[in-house]
């Protein structure tokens, strides 16, 4: 899946719930952070947002500070309704008024046609869709070709485990926060993101690793040359909205809890973490105690 599919991965598994209502790894060890003061700690840990039943990756690291936080923050609340879900999607998905093949260059129209029809997909379905949405179905359709759900997530699991515990349980953006930064992306951008996916499932894969391999492995740095250095070299507004950004933002919220006391467990993508503008670097660069503790 292209990066920004990924930098929205639960996003791109309800584009695919949106487009059905039109139409041997090392041992487990994801990355995590701890970052201290005096008196707090917060754990930052990178997730992926849609694993296949193959995936293994609690350890007993992840499962003590997860006892021990108080709070557990998300990048978003997923659990609401999904009509409501769904009708935000249209709203900000949907161009009624310009079809998609509009905006397309002939090109790219001529290479798109066989993906779609490789899952039988016709173009017509798509044709309403604004590039961002067409781009978030086309990324996630192979996935979940080959067995990967957003109901498998890290997220998701650690989602429903605390909803059946006392922790408190916040989150840095909503559902239409995510859409709203992608439907504000100028147009041409939108474009190249579409067109950045369809380079990505049409070239030949370079290695045999998948995505959730290197991220149960805590492989940051095959992560970030798959997913995330060429879009900050090559679409830098892309990268900013996707990530850099977003993690700011989450930076300045985190800077402001280190102000309390106590445990806490951020549960937010593993490209997040990624780099100079991921949320371990920012919150060190702030003065705090960072830690790589898997």
């Not at 557990?72 to 709203?91: H, I, K, Q």
Request: charged share 25%; proline share 4%; net charge negative.
């Amino acid at each position: 899946m292209g990066a920004g599919g990924r930098a929205f991965g639960w996003l791109a598994a309800m584009a695919a719930v949106f487009w059905c209502a039109l139409s041997g790894a090392a041992a487990a060890e994801p990355a995590m952070w701890v970052v201290r003061d005096a008196d707090s700690e917060i754990y930052l840990f990178g997730t992926l947002h849609m694993l296949s039943d193959k995936a293994d990756w609690r350890t007993v690291e992840f499962d003590d500070v997860y006892a021990r936080a108080n709070t557990l923050w998300f990048e978003a609340d997923v659990s609401g309704d999904p009509a409501t879900a769904r009708a935000m999607m249209v709203r900000y998905g949907v161009d009624p008024a310009r079809p998609l093949t509009e905006k397309l260059s002939p090109r790219t129209i001529r290479r798109l046609q066989p993906l779609l029809a490789r899952e039988r997909i016709p173009l017509s379905a798509v044709d309403s869709l604004r590039p961002w949405a067409a781009a978030m179905m086309l990324s996630v359709q192979p996935l979940l070709n080959r067995g990967y759900t957003l109901q498998r997530g890290a997220d998701a699991i650690i989602t429903e485990q605390a909803h059946t515990s006392t922790k408190q349980i916040r989150t840095f953006e909503t559902v239409e926060d995510q859409m709203r930064f992608l439907a504000e992306l100028p147009q041409d951008v939108e474009v190249q993101y579409l067109e950045d996916v369809i380079d990505d499932q049409v070239k030949p894969a370079t290695d045999s690793r998948t995505l959730q391999q290197a991220w149960e492995e805590g492989n940051l740095d095959l992560m970030a040359r798959w997913l995330v250095d060429d879009m900050r070299r090559h679409r830098p507004r892309l990268y900013d909205v996707m990530l850099k950004n977003r993690n700011e933002a989450w930076a300045r919220a985190l800077t402001v809890e280190m102000r309390g006391n106590g445990v806490e467990l951020v549960n937010v993508g593993a490209l997040h973490m990624v780099g100079k503008d991921g949320l371990p670097a920012l919150l060190k660069a702030r003065g705090f105690d960072v830690e790589r503790v898997q």
